[in-house]
């Protein structure tokens, strides 16, 4: 019976995490855009600005060249955040797993609207 309490309440947390960074950037409030932003301009920008990419010019944030990547979705956005990759740093000593998620999604939602003007 133990095991079976702990096997639902294992998966249970699976089945959230798994829902919760599902979660897509216009199903978020205008407050964790905000905060994403905030997050982009302090860590992401000097290398992303206006979406681009300073270091390796074919790895922007822009929409066609997140789906070319397979990059075109919170949870591989939250992926390379947090664990890097080649030339990303990783960011999961200094952003939070929720600083990652809103970062993310504003990542994504600025690439779905060309990263124009907020």
Same mark, same amino acid.
């Given at each position: 019976?133990?095991?079976?309490?702990?096997?639902?309440?294992?998966?249970?947390?699976?089945?959230?995490?798994?829902?919760?960074?599902?979660?897509?950037?216009?199903?978020?409030?205008?407050?964790?855009?905000?905060?994403?932003?905030?997050?982009?301009?302090?860590?992401?920008?000097?290398?992303?600005?206006?979406?681009?990419?300073?270091?390796?010019?074919?790895?922007?944030?822009?929409?066609?060249?997140?789906?070319?990547?397979?990059?075109?979705?919170?949870?591989?956005?939250?992926?390379?955040?947090?664990?890097?990759?080649?030339?990303?740093?990783?960011?999961?000593?200094?952003?939070? &797993?929720? &600083?990652?998620?809103?970062?993310?999604?504003?990542?994504? &939602?600025?690439? &779905?609207?060309?990263?124009?003007?907020?």
């Amino acid at each position: 019976m133990k095991r079976l309490v702990v096997l639902v309440f294992s998966l249970w947390i699976v089945l959230a995490f798994t829902i919760a960074s599902q979660v897509g950037a216009s199903e978020l409030g205008a407050s964790e855009l905000h905060e994403g932003s905030q997050i982009f301009t302090t860590h992401c920008v000097g290398c992303h600005v206006n979406g681009g990419n300073i270091v390796r010019r074919g790895k922007t944030l822009k929409l066609k060249a997140l789906q070319k990547n397979q990059m075109d979705s919170i949870p591989a956005i939250v992926d390379i955040v947090t664990n890097g990759k080649a030339n990303m740093s990783a960011y999961r000593d200094r952003l939070t &797993e929720h &600083e990652i998620q809103v970062v993310a999604a504003y990542v994504l &939602e600025r690439a &779905e609207q060309n990263w124009k003007p907020d």
